[in-house]
């Protein structure tokens, strides 16, 4: 088992940044790919960005890349969503999740193996 915990949510004007941290426990972290999902109200989960087990690669959801970058510290056991020039329509309920194919945590149209609770992202115009 592993448990996911995300925080670093906030609220936050248009054009701030923020951080979001991803801490894991259980079962060796760095065996696992790990992504970052959004669900904003009345909308469906959206893929944001993952990350592959060793951190060499990285994929993002084109309305975030060249703002957003994902990254992770396995010996930490910890990820991060660093998000600048934020929008209001980043505004979601933020999920990071695991799983041992990072094709798994690069899609919204499959389900990893772990979740978190989500940490809320609130960007106000």
């Known amino acids: 088992q592993v448990r996911l915990v995300e925080s670093g949510g906030g609220l936050v004007q248009a054009g701030d940044s923020l951080r979001l941290s991803c801490t894991a426990s259980g079962r060796t972290f760095s065996t696992y790919a790990v992504g970052w999902f959004r669900q904003a109200p009345g909308k469906g989960r959206e893929f944001v960005a993952s990350?592959?087990?060793?951190?060499?690669?990285?994929y993002y959801a084109d309305p975030v890349k060249g703002r957003f970058t994902i990254s992770r510290d396995n010996a930490h056991n910890t990820a991060h969503l660093q998000m600048s020039s934020l929008k209001p329509e980043d505004t979601a309920l933020y999920y990071c999740?695991?799983?041992?194919?990072?094709?798994?945590?690069?899609?919204?149209?499959?389900?990893?193996?772990?979740w978190g609770q989500g940490t809320q992202v609130t960007v106000s115009s």
């Open positions: 999740a695991a799983d041992s194919n990072i094709v798994v945590v690069t899609t919204s149209t499959l389900s990893a193996e772990y």
């Open positions: 990350i592959t087990r060793s951190g060499a690669g990285t």
